[in-house]
Nanobody
């Protein structure tokens, strides 16, 4: 399984932007799907976005459509999540994880340390 490390979180005011990085320890084969999840305090972890390494197709949760963009850099074995126009509801711990099957896989994992995003005035 891939080793994934998240980075790029921080504190930002509403309307601000952050770019999260998900760095893999090795080449990300084209059968993988890499997804970003987030977990708000007291809430369950939920999917935010996902990208296929087979064809580059992407998916977004309704709550982030038009504001977040997921992308990949194959040469760097890295997935990014560009987050614009952030709102307080985006606050949470953000994780990336891999699936060998699809973006709808209920068994993404394993979970690392994550990176904290706090949107507050």
């Amino acid at each position: 399984q891939l080793q994934l490390v998240e980075s790029g979180g921080g504190m930002v005011q509403p309307g601000g932007s952050l770019r999260l990085s998900c760095a893999a320890s090795e080449f990300i084969a084209n059968y993988y799907h890499i997804a970003w999840f987030r977990q708000a305090p007291g809430k369950e972890r939920k999917g935010v976005s996902c990208i296929s390494f087979r064809d580059g197709s992407t998916r977004y949760a309704d709550s982030v459509k038009g504001r977040f963009t997921i992308s990949r850099d194959n040469a760097k074995n890295t997935v990014y999540l560009q987050m614009n126009n952030l709102i307080p509801e985006d606050t949470g711990a953000y994780y990336c994880a891999a699936s060998r099957s699809s973006c709808a896989d209920p068994n993404f994992g394993p979970w690392g340390q994550g990176t904290q995003v706090t949107v507050s005035s």
